[in-house]
């Protein structure tokens, strides 16, 4: 019992984790019609203000919008970890990347064999249920968790680099002909080239795949193919596969907001393509630069993988002593 | 004893791991007159890229940095120019110390005690690996302590200026009025740097890349860092450094495709004065940068686990 009630604790913590972990895209997710104000924790506090539009968009020395700035998730300019505490009710609404009543976006809509596996493994065991299930089920969920937890170091790849990686603020820094994105969360990059050249014949996979970059008028569009399938689009499980195809739109309709969407086709994992909604990220209210955050330096991650590997290697061999009497 | 043949695979692994990533540094530290060309590989000598015409400049006028980075002078990185261990082609070197001859780190004398000790510590078991079995157990478990250091610190940010100067792989500059962005292939990193004068902070939190400033000294951009996380290595002779460093680090684009890069390292709690090196020279490349995460692939981590269980068992032997 002394070994359930410390998996029980490692497990809840991972909860814990994955639900903060998650709370932009379950932000994103919000079904419609779900109020998007009432009910946050905010308790006794005045609803924060976003910020103004701050004026015209700078523009870069070919006339095209400058993206540059440093970036957070709704219409604050910073994260106020306060606000965030309760984003797994309901989130302060001015730290969204949009309003479902407003602009609502549909789930993904995953092929049936997708469905599953993606629901395998998206759902951590609740608190406390590790000690309620049969050791069978014990050790599937304590794979998941393994699974999910040696994920943290992972790149998040594209989308995800957005819909997840900028969770803690993102940079983005454009010069002629080049964008370059940073997050804080793992301390990823990418850099697209914005010339209008064609996607190569047969690009190699890579995490961040191969992008090629447009302006559609004040739009960057930017069209990616040759993503690694071993990265998840969301905090969630969205597994894709080779032919995922991924087309983004960044606008920066006013100096203090930038508007993102992204078009997610991929034929052998989706029965038909997600378009997001049109979500905001507003520019940081500091001059403070992003953190640094390197995964896996900090061990912590790593313990607790290996905690729970051999807490899976006893159970294992408690079923095969069990089968074989 | 069958338990240490893995270890012994694994540790003649790392020596040669190392050897290869210390190749930059130990050709960079080469007595003056060591040099320079024979024993590489047996073919033409490679060409160094033209000057490629003026340096392009920002809307600002100050010079642009922009571009994908390689060590020396070949504009790519050319593996079949490598000779036997750790020889480089003279053209694939940041300098020719014939010519800029760099001086070693001059460290304090408890410094350079330190460093004898670790180097004692590796030589132990990685130069002769058929000799650890017969070391006494409390110098078998400090030879290990050096490998398992020396194998956590594979995913661990080179910090500045290691970010440059261990920079194994190419790394790419984007600048903009006001900004420098540094993406290093090796490790997937980065850092920016704010290029408008401004002062330090009062008291800066320390950071793997510690608090840059920057400023142009006409066509230089000099770029001063302090509060750099003692845990970095500044080279792989290099290993520690204080939380009293001070990098000042010097960068000029001569040409379209050149870059020279210059840094003086201040910490008068390590050395017993100021170390400048050699102006560095890289060269424009035209290949975008590789995926280089580091972590991803698990393997460091099994070898690293081996190491630490060996380690482990030494010591309840005590």
């Not at chain 1, 970036?71 to 969204?96: I, M």
């Not at chain 2, 078998?140 to 956590?152: G, P, Q, R």
């Not at chain 2, 939190?205 to 860092?225: C, H, M, Q, Y």
């Amino acid at each position: 019992m002394k070994l359930h009630l410390a998996n029980s604790l490692v497990i809840m913590t991972c909860v814990l984790a994955l639900v903060c972990m998650v709370s932009v895209s379950a932000g994103a997710q919000q079904d419609k019609g779900q109020p998007s104000a009432p009910g946050y924790a905010g308790a006794g506090k005045a609803a924060s203000k976003a910020l103004s539009d701050g004026g015209p968009p700078p523009r870069l020395t070919d006339g095209h919008p400058d993206l540059s700035g440093i970036w957070f998730v709704g219409g604050l300019g910073k994260e106020d970890a306060r606000l965030a505490q309760s984003a797994a009710t309901q989130g302060d609404p001015a730290q969204r990347p949009f309003d479902p009543k407003v602009t609502p976006e549909e789930k993904p809509s995953f092929q049936p064999w997708a469905a599953e596996k993606v629901k395998q493994m998206g759902r951590g065991p609740a608190a406390g249920a590790l000690s309620k299930m049969t050791k069978e089920q014990q050790l599937a969920a304590i794979d998941t968790e393994i699974a999910r937890l040696e994920r943290e170091c992972m790149p998040h790849g594209v989308p995800g680099i957005t819909l997840v990686g900028a969770m803690h603020g993102m940079q983005m820094v454009t010069a002629p002909g080049t964008l370059v994105q940073l997050t804080e969360l793992n301390h990823d990059w990418r850099v697209v080239s914005i010339d209008g050249r064609a996607h190569s014949k047969e690009p190699d996979p890579k995490f961040n795949g191969e992008s090629v970059a447009r302006w559609d008028g004040d739009t960057l569009v930017i069209d990616t193919i040759g993503l690694d399938d071993r990265t998840w689009n969301d905090g969630g499980a969205w597994i894709h596969s080779d032919q995922q195809h991924v087309v983004e739109r960044f606008s920066r309709p006013s100096r203090n907001y930038l508007i993102y969407q992204v078009t997610v086709e991929d034929p052998k994992v989706l029965t038909k393509p997600w378009v997001s909604a049109p979500h905001k990220f507003s520019l940081s209210v500091s001059s403070d630069p992003l953190n640094e955050w390197y995964c896996g330096i900090n061990p912590d991650g790593d313990e607790e993988v290996r905690a729970l590997k051999e807490t899976r290697k006893r159970l294992a061999e408690e079923i095969s002593k069990e089968s074989s009497h | 004893m069958t338990g240490y043949f893995p270890n012994k695979v694994f540790l003649t692994l790392s020596l040669l791991a190392s050897l290869c990533m210390v190749s930059s540094s130990a050709s960079a530290q080469d007595k003056k007159g060591q040099l320079s060309t024979p024993g590489y590989a047996h073919r033409e000598p490679s060409k160094p890229l033209p000057d490629g015409g003026p340096t392009p400049r920002l809307a600002d006028g100050h010079p642009d940095f922009s571009g994908v980075w390689f060590k020396g002078l070949l504009g790519k990185e050319d593996a079949t120019l490598v000779g036997s261990f750790g020889v480089l082609d003279p053209n694939q070197r940041e300098f020719d110390p014939k010519v800029t001859p760099e001086e070693k780190p001059s460290f304090q004398p408890w410094a350079v005690e330190e460093i004898k000790q670790q180097q004692a510590n590796l030589v132990a078991e990685t130069r002769d690996p058929s000799s650890f079995d017969k070391l006494p157990r409390e110098q078998k478990i400090a030879a290990l302590d050096m490998e398992i250091l020396k194998l956590s610190r594979n995913c661990m940010p080179h910090g500045v200026p290691g970010i440059v100067l261990n920079a194994d792989r190419p790394f790419q500059f984007v600048s903009t009025p006001g900004l420098l962005v540094q993406l290093d292939e090796h490790n997937h990193d980065y850092r920016v740097v704010p290029t408008d004068a401004r002062a330090h902070s009062q008291d800066p939190d320390p950071k793997f890349n510690g608090e840059s400033v920057a400023r142009w000294d006409g066509d230089t951009l000099v770029i001063d860092t302090v509060a750099i996380d003692e845990r970095v290595w500044n080279g792989e002779q290099w290993q520690f450094h204080s939380d009293q460093e001070h990098v000042i680090e010097r960068i000029t684009r001569p040409s379209l495709n050149y870059l020279i890069y210059q840094v003086t390292i201040e910490d008068p709690k390590v050395l017993a004065k100021p170390w400048t090196s050699a102006p560095r020279r890289y060269s424009l490349g035209h290949e975008a940068l590789l995926e280089w995460y580091c972590g991803v692939n698990g393997h460091d981590d099994e070898e690293l686990q081996a190491l630490k269980r060996q380690r482990d068992r030494l010591q309840a032997q005590k």
